[in-house]
């Protein structure tokens, strides 16, 4: 079977299109992956989709633009699985699902979409998309991850440092503030994205780089932080983790899955540098008045939507439509997120009751869903068995 997937920025490429292109290739399957341009894309994309998929082929952005208006290939499955669903529906395909998003403009394209949350499947009905083209999916993002008893006296508390060069520096500098007002007795663990490693020569470079800006700004390296960089040991970490400190993403929802405590923070001290849906976010493409721009609609946006309590930032408090995990956006230095943090450590009961309900949210959708391999083998035996 002949499969092609369109995706593009960090979290879908690394959170369903990457752990699609296995099971694909599990049930004997051949795929091909299109990036698309992307307002939310690190330029990295293609190096972590070639390193850890398994794509036949992958085409980046501008070939993708080419192949839509001048050679569309042909295949037997098309998923869409990031990004502007039009690209999806540009190419020649007996059958085309699109997994999480839909718009009614383009439904009469897609046979059925794979919804992998109740956020999803709320957004596919508000947009009037039928209920009967809509499958309930366990989703891709989780497939690797396993979920353990939590922990309350766990001494790890997680960071994530983001996926784009600008996250990664400025969050470092305010984690590293903050973690100097916060008990000697915690490890930090700080998780580097793959799309943040592949901007370095190699783990020498990358380390070197690290040390040299950790001294800088305490002094000294020391043996209470740990980087790391491996996705098996980021597996192996995240579910041990007492608290994860993190900002908007993916990241967001597997700790959520796993029943980890998470404080979701945004800072906003440079809004123009926070990436946004819509035309709002090419603006980056206009530079330094673009950029202007862009930072006035997103501090708008901040202020109207989200310090109002309106819009939700963090993803388990976005699927489940309410308060769960604590989020803090602001001008956030490190001593300010260093009282939050304290504050929710010492509070275990607080802790212990927002891993139970992070737990009842996923363990409720998984009861309803079917996993992305045997929704595949399903079309695969209403192919009439058609592979290779």
């Not at 600008?166 to 500098?173: K, T, Y």
């Amino acid at each position: 079977m002949k499969v092609g997937i369109v995706s593009n920025s960090p979290g879908e490429v690394a959170g369903w299109a990457i752990p699609a292109s296995s099971i694909l290739k599990k049930i004997g399957s051949k795929v091909d992956l299109y990036l698309t341009p992307c307002v939310f894309s690190t330029k990295k994309e293609y190096e972590v989709a070639l390193r850890y998929g398994n794509f036949n082929t992958i085409f980046p952005p501008e070939q993708t633009i080419q192949k839509i208006f001048f050679k569309s290939p042909k295949y037997d499955i098309f998923f869409h699985m990031g990004g502007e669903i039009w690209y999806s529906t540009r190419f020649r395909t007996k059958k085309l699902f699109s997994y999480g998003w839909g718009t009614k403009s383009l439904d009469k394209y897609f046979e059925a979409y794979l919804v992998p949350n109740q956020y999803y499947y709320r957004k596919l009905l508000d947009r009037n998309i039928s209920s009967g083209k809509i499958i309930k999916i366990k989703d891709l993002t989780f497939e690797k991850l396993k979920p353990q008893e939590y922990n309350i006296n766990s001494n790890l508390i997680g960071f994530m440092l983001g996926s784009r060069e600008v996250e990664f520096w400025g969050l470092l500098e305010i984690y590293l503030d903050a973690i100097k007002f916060i008990d000697h007795q915690y490890t930090f663990i700080f998780f580097v994205s793959p799309f943040i490693y592949h901007l370095f020569k190699d783990y020498e470079d990358f380390m070197s780089k690290v040390n040299y800006f950790v001294s800088k700004k305490t002094g000294k390296y020391s043996e209470r932080l740990r980087f790391v960089i491996e996705e098996w040991e980021k597996i192996d970490l995240l579910p041990k983790l007492k608290l994860l400190v993190t900002i908007p993403g993916t990241k967001t929802n597997e700790a959520g899955y796993l029943g980890i405590p998470q404080l979701v923070i945004l800072p906003v001290q440079k809004p123009e540098y926070i990436p946004i849906w819509g035309l709002g976010g090419w603006l980056d493409f206009l530079g330094k008045i673009g950029k202007k721009i862009k930072g006035y609609i997103v501090s708008k946006y901040i202020k109207d939507k989200i310090l109002t309590g309106k819009r939700f930032i963090a993803m388990p408090n976005i699927i489940a439509n309410q308060a769960i995990i604590p989020e803090y956006v602001g001008n956030i230095q490190g001593y300010d997120l260093a009282n939050k943090l304290n504050q929710i450590l010492a509070n275990h009961s607080f802790l212990i009751d927002i891993s139970k309900k992070l737990r009842s949210i996923y363990e409720e959708w998984e009861k309803q869903s079917i996993s992305f391999e045997e929704f595949t083998r399903r079309i695969l035996e209403v192919n009439g068995g058609k592979n290779g």
